[in-house]
Nanobody, 127 residues
Framework: QVKLVESGGGLVQPGSSLRLSCTASGFTLDEYAVGWFRQAPGKEREGVSC???????????ESVKGRFTISIDNAKSTVKTVYLQMSDLKPQDTAIYYC?????????????????WGQGTQVTVSS
């Protein structure tokens, strides 16, 4: 069964850090683009950060540049996990974070029509 599973969300205070993980099962991510998208209550789902695994190119939404990084787990010969390291979190980062993988990368701004999606993990930033 092909699926993506996110983990690492939680409730943190402003200025804190979290690392989200996106792990693939049933397939490997080596020939995919992997993206992190988020959806806040009452808002559209938006792209946060993406990486094309084969060449390592990365993309970041403007509001997270300098605070978020995206990386792949190179510990094994095939890629199964992509991380989103989030630092200096702000209340406006509060959302459900979803990871997605696609072979047909069309950019990072809007959710991909073609691809696999995880179920999401909640990130809440509040004092």
């Amino acid at each position: 069964q092909v699926k993506l599973v996110e983990s690492g969300g939680g409730l943190v205070q402003p200025g804190s850090s979290l690392r989200l993980s996106c792990t693939a099962s049933g397939f490997t991510l080596d020939e995919y683009a992997v993206g992190w998208f988020r959806q806040a209550p009452g808002k559209e789902r938006e792209g946060v950060s993406c990486i094309t695994v084969d060449d390592g190119d990365t993309y970041f939404e403007e509001s997270v540049k300098g605070r978020f990084t995206i990386s792949i787990d190179n510990a094994k010969s095939t890629v199964k996990t992509v991380y989103l390291q989030m630092s200096d979190l702000k209340p406006q980062d509060t959302a459900i974070y979803y990871c997605a993988a696609t072979r047909f990368f069309t950019g990072c701004a809007t959710p991909w029509i073609s691809g696999s999606w995880g179920q999401g993990t909640q990130v809440t930033v509040s004092s």
